[in-house]
């Protein structure tokens, strides 16, 4: 059964860097047939998506934070990374991963985790 | 580009059937048959209720269906239950590799 896993520090300061890692287990990030995707979740607001990242390496952008965003891969560990520069108070939100069998949506969701920007 | 517009909140009664707009642009909802339904318990992660339109998952409950029209789609819950209670987002293929949610609609069964 395909799981996934986000993980990362809980607490990141104004203008430092947001990194995050989704483990996959019960499947592979060099699937061909799938898509990884990263959407995060403000407290008590909407879902938004942030980008994804294709097997070959191919990455798509939320064009809103493209500027600050980068999402890799690490084949050999199964897992895929966000990183998002100069973070604000309004980075502040739940962070989910998921797995897209196209790009156009996502069929399996990681549990969130809550990342506060505070100093 | 700019969330696609869902109600803040609809409610219904045991039994009865509900629908869900998400209105969105001819740029995104109007372009495309790519729109998906997520359900969002409290606490909880997204779940995939409907993809490409009207297409159901394996699992999912046949009492969840999907539709559009123009730049308008629509999720329909028939037989309302109280599980049925949660938060429910629209999302669409918004052109060049992007995508878009809608605001979402806490749905209250009364």
């Known amino acids: 059964q395909l799981q996934l896993q986000e993980s990362g520090p809980g607490l990141v300061k104004p203008s430092e860097t947001l990194s995050l890692t989704c483990t996959v287990s019960?499947?592979?990030?060099?699937?061909?047939?799938?898509?990884w995707g990263w959407i995060r979740q403000p407290p008590g607001k909407g879902l938004e998506w942030i980008g994804t990242i294709y097997y070959s390496g191919n990455t798509y952008y939320n064009a809103s934070l493209k500027s600050r965003v980068t999402i890799s891969e690490d084949t050999s560990k199964n897992q895929f990374s966000l990183k998002l520069t100069s973070v604000t108070a309004a980075d502040t939100a739940v962070y989910y991963c998921?797995?897209?069998?196209?790009?156009?949506?996502?069929?399996?969701w990681g549990q969130g985790t809550l990342v506060t920007v505070s100093s | 580009q700019s969330a696609l517009t869902q109600p803040a909140s609809v409610s219904g009664s045991p039994g009865q059937s509900i629908t869900i707009s998400c209105t969105g642009t001819?740029?995104?909802?109007?372009?495309?048959?790519?729109v998906s339904w997520y359900q969002q318990h409290p606490g909880k992660a997204p779940k995939l209720m409907i993809y490409e339109v009207s297409k159901r998952p394996s699992g999912v409950s046949n009492r969840f269906s999907g539709s559009k029209s123009g730049n308008t789609a629509s999720l329909t819950i028939s037989g309302l239950q109280a599980e049925d209670e949660a938060d429910y987002y629209c999302c669409s293929y918004a052109g060049s590799n992007t995508l878009v949610f809608g605001g979402g609609t806490e749905l209250t069964v009364l």
């Open positions: 998921a797995r897209q069998p196209t790009l156009k949506y996502f069929q399996n």
């Open positions: 019960g499947g592979y990030i060099s699937n061909s047939s799938y898509y």
């Open positions: 001819s740029s995104d909802v109007g372009s495309y048959n790519l």
